[in-house]
T-cell receptor
Framework: GAGVSQSPSNKVTEKGKDVELRCDPI?????LYWYRQSLGQGLEFLIY????????KSGLPSDRFSAERTGGSVSTLTIQRTQQEDSAVYLC???????????FGDGTRLSIL | AQSVTQPDIHITVSEGASLELRCNYS??????LFWYVQSPGQGLQLLLK??????LVQGIKGFEAEFKRSQSSFNLRKPSVHWSDAAEYFC??????????FGAGTTVTVRA
């Protein structure tokens, strides 16, 4: 597709379950980012992938959060043993190089019951 | 720690009138500053950014922002608002161009 694609668009799950969120970046974009937006708050950085380099995981809030990027393209953000405070919109962005603007997906709205 | 405050949750402005959105940040060094816009049904789009140099930054769609270090502010302005400017606007700060903290956003409504 022409833009960053995220799936699912909405996810409702019970507390304690694991969830996987998927991001398909724009083809050819080597940089990929995950952010989350909690209710009433701004986005916060989670993790950054650049090519084959080790990802910058400094924004991950706990060890329940992890992310992978396979083949330098698709990325999966995994949240284990979900908690209610994990409820948020999770946004993915990609770009070709650091001097270009990020292109954001529409996000996945995650609700933990 | 870095943080951003957007004091105005919602602003209503008449079409053709000027618009100013406030952004105050907290950051220990010279920050990277950004304004993003999110229109209904669309993803975030970068309006403008400041790294260094001229403190008055021009962006897309006729927007500009001014970095004022003494006030820790980076307010966004547009001289004449169009109905298509109705959207949510986010200010962001960080040590680089991706490890950002965003404000909670300001929703702009444009009335005819």
């Amino acid at each position: 597709g022409a833009g960053v694609s995220q799936s699912p668009s909405n996810k409702v799950t019970e507390k304690g379950k694991d969830v996987e969120l998927r991001c398909d970046p724009i083809s050819g974009h080597t940089a990929l980012y995950w952010y989350r937006q909690s209710l009433g708050q701004g986005l916060e950085f989670l993790i950054y992938f650049q090519g084959n380099s080790a990802p910058d995981k400094s924004g991950l809030p706990s060890d329940r959060f992890s992310a992978e990027r396979t083949g330098g393209s698709v990325s999966t953000l995994t949240i284990q043993r979900t908690q209610q405070e994990d409820s948020a919109v999770y946004l993915c962005a990609s770009r070709v190089t650091r001097d270009q603007p990020q292109h954001f997906g529409d996000g996945t709205r995650l609700s933990i019951l | 720690a870095q943080s951003v405050t957007q004091p105005d949750i919602h602003i209503t402005v008449s079409e053709g009138a000027s618009l100013e959105l406030r952004c105050n940040y907290s950051y220990g060094a010279t920050p990277y500053l950004f304004w993003y816009v999110q229109s209904p049904g669309q993803g975030l789009q970068l309006l403008l950014k400041y790294f260094s140099g001229d403190t008055l930054v021009q962006g897309i769609k006729g927007f500009e922002a001014e970095f004022k270090r003494s006030q820790s502010s980076f307010n966004l302005r547009k001289p004449s608002v169009h109905w298509s400017d109705a959207a949510e606007y986010f200010c962001a700060v960080g040590p680089n161009d991706y490890k950002l903290s965003f404000g909670a956003g300001t929703t702009v409504t444009v009335r005819a």
